[in-house]
Structures are given as structure tokens and as C-alpha cells.
């Protein structure tokens, strides 16, 4: 490493600043690497702690770097263009018919193909699979349960599981009872069974905007009516326009993910979080709220859910380990607020039980604490990651690309120059072996047809940057 010059006229911190900047420029430094602590970076420069501190300060006011609790500091993609939403851009909606799901099923049939980059798929637990760990434990299940394992279990799931899910909610201080839990394969169960607790064919569902498309898939086969609700990409939710729509539709219920939002990986600030739940329970509007990612934020704690400040028991909580351990064990569960006996009906009616091994090594899993050493693994892989994808995509993309800033989660969500159709362009992209997600499966009324979702929720090597690279090329040519 480069000395530092103790008789030069500049000051030692801006000299500091000067060779962080060129290990930089010299790809010694990537986008999301951990920079040197302050005393590793002092010792080798042979200058003092406070010198480091000031320098790495300057270059965090300067939006170089960013400081992580408990971590240290990191470097920041640099020229990405922030994307951004104003009413003015923004199309008056109304309650749609949602017909997307042609579109939908042929996202799934390509994206899934071997040997196809997987830009398109939103499976965070791809970036740093606790695979090994749970295959130990489930072969120490194996051992203790023996025949019971191919039987039946509890239709709501569980005691154990529920129990070990109740108590990660009452540390946020949510009265979490293990009774009302109820298991489900995957979210996707919870997110039915929720929906139809409360609303039925021909309801108005206030959703996202844009939301994750299998929210839309389901209430397309439900026959509901969605309608779009402007979402900022970094505060999530505009809760002006929620009361506007509330003022001027009957809508039954609400499918948000307040914590962090796919696919623009938004986070909503607590003070929100409570105005949103209070709004809606002033006017008696069940919150369906899809926390599938609220334990992969990149802040200092983890956001509250929603149901935390409900004084009407009327937040009903999904959520699910796919996208934090074991996607394929397809476990998932339900906090049904007051809707408990409608859920655990319909759970009965809808499968009957969930796979016992899975739930029964996913307690084991959670209770051994490997869970949480995963996930604290995890969340820093994905932070790391996004970084990465974004200083790539600004630097391999078209110039005129508006970016997010995710606060979360596992993708990035991305406006393309030139009103390109994400749609089209999809088709040549999976011809050249890469995924990635148009976006107008994001919308029931086929906005966003100029934007994309790329994961970051991979393992990061040579191919992966060379597929951005190309789809940032075939998205210049479009």
C-alpha cells in the first residue's frame, strides 16, 4: 500500500482520501468492499486513528463509502442514477381485472432453464445457502423420529415450530400466542388463505405499485379487482394517495409489504408504518401485510411489522423461510389477527397439513441459534452484493438508467432509457442466456413496461459480471 507523505503541503486525511479513490480506480476496491479499520488502515499507513476516521468521514459526507453498525465501513456504487417517483409521472388509476398471468407463466418457464444466468429469479438464500448446516440437522431429526416423519401432522402446524416463530415476534413486542399461528406451504398459502378471510370475487384489493406479480397471480385465479397505489422506492407506500383511494373505492382489503418491498426493495419509516395502520383501521380496511424480507434489511435493526401497531386485531402477518433458508421446504406461516377460525378452516380445506420433517428441522434449525448466524451472514452477503449490482449497472448500462436504492432484500429495480419494452427485449436477453424480470408483470395495468428486476441474490463470480455487462449492452442496442 501506498506511504503517505508526512512532508507533502496536503493533509494526511486528504491523503487518505486519495489512495482510497485510486485502489478504487484501480479495481483494488470494488463497489461493496469492506474497507480496512480504522487501526488496520493506521498501522499500515503509519498515521493516526483519528486521521483515518476523519478521512473515512469526508468520504462517507461524499456518499463514497457507508458506515454499517457492528461492521465497518464500506464502498458505495458510484455514478448510479437514482430513480425516482413524482405524482406528475404518476397515471390516475382505477380498480383492474388483473391479466397478467400469460405473461407470469412465461417468465417462470424461461427463467428456471439450465444454464440460463439467473437474473430473474428473486432467491436470496442463493447468495449463501445454510444447505450443509440444514442437512445435518435434518439428519439428526431422522434419527429421533423415524416412521413419523412420512406421517401426517397438525393441520395448523407445528406446536414447537409456532413456538420458536412466536418468540422472534415478542422480542419486537408483539404478543405473538403459538395457538393462532397457523403453517403454511409458503407464503403464498398464508397470502390465500389471508385474502380470503376477507374478501371474496369481485372485491377491490388495494395493492403496491409496482408489487411483487405473484400478489397479482393470485388475485387474477381469485377473480378480485386489484388497484394501484403510488410507492415511493425508498419510503415505500404514498399514504396520501391511499386515503384518496379509500375516499373514492370500495376497497376491501390491503396487500402491502411495508417492511421491504419487492421489487423495489423499499422501506417504509415506522412513523408511516403507524399512520398506515391507523388509517386503515379507522375505516375498518383489513392490512394483509407480505413480510417475506423483513429479516433481510440492511439498516441497524430489523422494522417492525405492521401488526405491531394494530389496536384492532386487524393486520393479518405472512411470511415464510424461503427467502431467508430453505426455499424448497416450502414453509410458511399466518398471523390471522381476528380472523383465526376463518384461517385455520381454510388451511384445512386448502392442504390439510405441511411437511413435518421440514418444520421439525426448521425448529431444530431456529432453537440451535444457526438460524440467526445465517441470517446475520446473509444479510451482509446481500448488502454486499447490491452494492456490487448497482456500481455494475451504472457502469454497463445506458447512461440514462434510473436505479434504486434497496434498503433490502435480494433485487434491484431498474427504469431503462428510450422507453425500451422490457418485455421484447426479455425474449433476446433468455436467447443470450440471461434472466431477468420485465416489469410490466409488476402492474395490473401494464405500467412499467420500461423497467426491470435483476437479483443480487446470487453467488458473486466472472459470470455473473459478465452477464450484466451483456444485458447492459443488448439494453444500449434496444
Same mark, same amino acid.
Given at each position: 500500500?501506498?506511504? =503517505?507523505?508526512?512532508?507533502?503541503?496536503?493533509?494526511?486525511?486528504?491523503?487518505?482520501?486519495?489512495?482510497?479513490?485510486?485502489?478504487?480506480?484501480?479495481?483494488?476496491?470494488?463497489?461493496?468492499?469492506?474497507?480496512?479499520?480504522?487501526?488496520?488502515?493506521?498501522?499500515?499507513?503509519?498515521?493516526?486513528?483519528?486521521?483515518?476516521?476523519?478521512?473515512?468521514?469526508?468520504?462517507?459526507?461524499?456518499?463514497?463509502?457507508?458506515?454499517? %453498525?457492528? #461492521?465497518?465501513?464500506?464502498?458505495?456504487?458510484?455514478?448510479?442514477? %437514482?430513480?425516482?417517483?413524482?405524482?406528475?409521472?404518476?397515471?390516475?388509476?382505477?380498480? $383492474?381485472?388483473?391479466?397478467?398471468?400469460?405473461?407470469?407463466?412465461?417468465?417462470?418457464?424461461?427463467?428456471?432453464?439450465?444454464? =440460463?444466468?439467473?437474473?430473474?429469479?428473486?432467491? %436470496?438464500?442463493?447468495?449463501?445457502?445454510?444447505?450443509?448446516?440444514?442437512?445435518?440437522?435434518?439428519?439428526?431429526?431422522?434419527?429421533?423420529?423415524?416412521?413419523? @416423519?412420512?406421517?401426517?401432522?397438525?393441520?395448523?402446524?407445528?406446536?414447537?415450530?409456532?413456538?420458536?416463530?412466536?418468540?422472534?415476534?415478542?422480542?419486537?413486542?408483539?404478543?405473538?400466542?403459538?395457538?393462532?399461528?397457523?403453517?403454511?406451504?409458503?407464503?403464498?398459502?398464508?397470502?390465500?388463505?389471508?385474502?380470503?378471510?376477507?374478501?371474496?370475487?369481485?372485491?377491490?384489493?388495494?395493492?403496491?405499485?409496482?408489487?411483487?406479480?405473484?400478489?397479482?397471480?393470485?388475485?387474477?385465479?381469485?377473480?378480485?379487482?386489484?388497484?394501484?397505489?403510488?410507492?415511493?422506492?425508498?419510503?415505500?407506500?404514498?399514504?396520501?394517495?391511499? #386515503?384518496?383511494?379509500?375516499?373514492?373505492?370500495? =376497497?376491501?382489503?390491503?396487500?402491502?409489504?411495508?417492511?421491504?418491498?419487492?421489487? !423495489?426493495?423499499?422501506?417504509? %419509516?415506522?412513523?408511516?408504518?403507524?399512520? !398506515?395502520?391507523?388509517?386503515?383501521?379507522?375505516?375498518?380496511?383489513?392490512? =394483509?401485510?407480505?413480510?417475506?424480507?423483513? &429479516?433481510?434489511?440492511?439498516?441497524?435493526?430489523?422494522?417492525?411489522?405492521?401488526?405491531?401497531?394494530?389496536?384492532?386485531?386487524?393486520?393479518?402477518?405472512?411470511? #415464510?423461510?424461503?427467502? $431467508? /433458508?430453505?426455499?424448497?421446504?416450502?414453509?410458511?406461516?399466518?398471523?390471522?389477527?381476528?380472523?383465526?377460525?376463518? @384461517?385455520?378452516?381454510?388451511?384445512?380445506?386448502?392442504?390439510?397439513?405441511?411437511?413435518?420433517?421440514?418444520?421439525?428441522?426448521?425448529? &431444530?434449525?431456529?432453537?440451535?441459534?444457526?438460524?440467526?448466524?445465517?441470517?446475520?451472514?446473509?444479510?451482509? $452477503?446481500?448488502?454486499?452484493?447490491?452494492?456490487? !449490482?448497482?456500481?455494475?449497472?451504472?457502469?454497463?448500462?445506458?447512461?440514462?438508467?434510473?436505479?434504486?436504492?434497496?434498503?433490502?432484500? #435480494?433485487?434491484?429495480?431498474?427504469?431503462?432509457?428510450?422507453?425500451?419494452?422490457?418485455?421484447?427485449?426479455?425474449?433476446?436477453?433468455?436467447?443470450?442466456?440471461?434472466?431477468?424480470?420485465?416489469?410490466?408483470?409488476?402492474?395490473?395495468?401494464?405500467?412499467?413496461?420500461?423497467? !426491470?428486476?435483476?437479483?443480487?441474490?446470487?453467488?458473486?463470480?466472472?459470470?455473473?459480471?459478465? /452477464?450484466?455487462?451483456?444485458?447492459?449492452?443488448?439494453?444500449?442496442?434496444?
Amino acid at each position: 500500500m501506498q506511504a =503517505i507523505s508526512k512532508q507533502s503541503t496536503d493533509f494526511l486525511y486528504q491523503q487518505v482520501i486519495e489512495l482510497i479513490q485510486q485502489m478504487q480506480r484501480s479495481g483494488t476496491l470494488r463497489a461493496g468492499d469492506k474497507l480496512p479499520s480504522l487501526r488496520k488502515l493506521s498501522s499500515r499507513l503509519e498515521v493516526s486513528v483519528p486521521t483515518v476516521k476523519q478521512a473515512y468521514l469526508e468520504l462517507e459526507r461524499q456518499g463514497a463509502i457507508a458506515a454499517r %453498525p457492528q #461492521s465497518g465501513y464500506y464502498l458505495k456504487a458510484e455514478h448510479a442514477k %437514482p430513480l425516482q417517483s413524482t405524482r406528475a409521472q404518476w397515471r390516475k388509476t382505477v380498480p $383492474t381485472p388483473v391479466k397478467c398471468r400469460s405473461l407470469i407463466e412465461r417468465v417462470y418457464e424461461e427463467v428456471h432453464k439450465p444454464g =440460463i444466468v439467473p437474473l430473474g429469479i428473486a432467491n %436470496p438464500v442463493m447468495a449463501c445457502s445454510p444447505d450443509k448446516t440444514l442437512a445435518r440437522t435434518m439428519r439428526r431429526v431422522l434419527s429421533k423420529v423415524a416412521a413419523k @416423519a412420512v406421517s401426517y401432522g397438525p393441520i395448523h402446524g407445528d406446536p414447537d415450530l409456532r413456538r420458536q416463530i412466536a418468540y422472534r415476534y415478542q422480542d419486537h413486542g408483539i404478543k405473538a400466542d403459538p395457538e393462532q399461528l397457523v403453517i403454511t406451504n409458503g407464503a403464498q398459502e398464508a397470502l390465500s388463505i389471508a385474502l380470503q378471510c376477507v374478501a371474496k370475487a369481485g372485491d377491490v384489493i388495494a395493492v403496491e405499485s409496482p408489487t411483487f406479480f405473484g400478489l397479482l397471480e393470485l388475485i387474477e385465479a381469485l377473480n378480485m379487482k386489484a388497484l394501484e397505489i403510488r410507492t415511493c422506492s425508498e419510503t415505500g407506500l404514498c399514504l396520501d394517495d391511499l #386515503s384518496q383511494a379509500i375516499e373514492h373505492h370500495p =376497497i376491501k382489503a390491503c396487500i402491502f409489504a411495508s417492511s421491504i418491498n419487492n421489487p !423495489m426493495g423499499s422501506l417504509m %419509516p415506522e412513523d408511516k408504518r403507524e399512520k !398506515m395502520v391507523r388509517l386503515l383501521e379507522e375505516k375498518d380496511i383489513p392490512l =394483509i401485510e407480505d413480510d417475506v424480507y423483513g &429479516e433481510l434489511y440492511f439498516g441497524e435493526k430489523q422494522p417492525r411489522p405492521a401488526t405491531f401497531y394494530s389496536r384492532k386485531n386487524q393486520v393479518m402477518t405472512c411470511s #415464510s423461510f424461503s427467502k $431467508t /433458508a430453505a426455499p424448497g421446504y416450502r414453509l410458511g406461516w399466518l398471523m390471522p389477527g381476528k380472523w383465526e377460525e376463518q @384461517a385455520k378452516r381454510l388451511k384445512r380445506s386448502h392442504s390439510c397439513s405441511t411437511g413435518m420433517l421440514q418444520q421439525w428441522t426448521m425448529s &431444530e434449525f431456529i432453537k440451535s441459534g444457526d438460524y440467526d448466524r445465517h441470517l446475520k451472514v446473509l444479510r451482509k $452477503t446481500l448488502a454486499f452484493n447490491s452494492e456490487r !449490482m448497482r456500481c455494475h449497472v451504472a457502469k454497463h448500462f445506458p447512461e440514462d438508467t434510473c436505479i434504486c436504492t434497496p434498503q433490502g432484500g #435480494s433485487v434491484l429495480w431498474l427504469k431503462c432509457p428510450n422507453n425500451i419494452n422490457t418485455a421484447t427485449l426479455f425474449e433476446t436477453a433468455i436467447e443470450q442466456g440471461i434472466s431477468f424480470t420485465p416489469g410490466s408483470i409488476f402492474s395490473p395495468s401494464g405500467k412499467y413496461h420500461d423497467y !426491470m428486476r435483476i437479483s443480487f441474490g446470487v453467488v458473486w463470480d466472472d459470470e455473473i459480471e459478465a /452477464a450484466v455487462v451483456k444485458l447492459g449492452a443488448l439494453v444500449g442496442q434496444a
